[in-house]
C-alpha cells in the first residue's frame, strides 16, 4: 500500500511558476513509476507528466512541454512538478499517481495503482 499526500498548489498570476511535491509512504517508491495529471472542472483527468522509478526516462504532454518539469527524489520518497511560464488553461485539481507497471501506459488512468487527494492550482489572466 502506497499513500501519496500532495502539496505546494496555489494561486499565481499568468507566467508565473509553481513548484508542487508528492510524498509517498512506504519502503517501496523507488519502485514505482510516478506520473502527474491534472482536471479541470467539467473535464476528463489528463496525464501532464511521467517519470520512470529511476528518474531516468521522462514524458510530457505536449501542452505542458518546455514549462513543466518532473523529478523525483527517491530518498525523500518525493516527486515534483515545477510548472513555469502558467497559462489560465493551467487551472486544474493536480494528482500524483504511482504505476507498479512500465511507462508505456503512462497517458492513462488506470495505468496507476494509487493516487493522492489532489492539490488545487489556480491561474489567474
Known amino acids: 500500500q502506497v499513500q501519496l499526500v500532495e502539496s505546494g498548489g496555489g494561486l499565481v498570476q499568468a507566467g508565473g511558476s509553481l513548484r508542487l511535491s508528492c510524498v509517498a509512504s512506504?519502503?517501496?517508491?523507488?519502485?514505482?513509476?510516478m506520473g502527474w495529471f491534472r482536471q479541470a472542472p467539467g473535464h476528463e483527468r489528463k496525464a501532464v507528466a511521467h517519470i520512470t522509478w529511476s528518474g531516468g526516462i521522462k514524458y510530457y504532454a505536449d501542452f505542458v512541454k518546455g514549462r513543466f518539469t518532473i523529478s523525483r527524489d527517491n530518498a525523500k520518497n518525493t516527486v515534483y512538478l515545477q510548472m513555469n511560464s502558467l497559462k489560465p488553461e493551467d487551472t486544474a485539481v493536480y494528482y500524483c499517481?504511482?504505476?507498479?507497471?512500465?511507462?508505456?501506459?503512462?497517458?492513462?488512468?488506470?495505468?496507476?495503482?494509487?493516487w493522492g487527494q489532489g492539490t488545487q492550482v489556480t491561474v489567474s489572466s
Open positions: 499517481a504511482a504505476s507498479i507497471g512500465g511507462p508505456s501506459g503512462w497517458r492513462l488512468v488506470n495505468g496507476y495503482d494509487y
Open positions: 512506504g519502503r517501496t517508491f523507488s519502485s514505482y513509476g
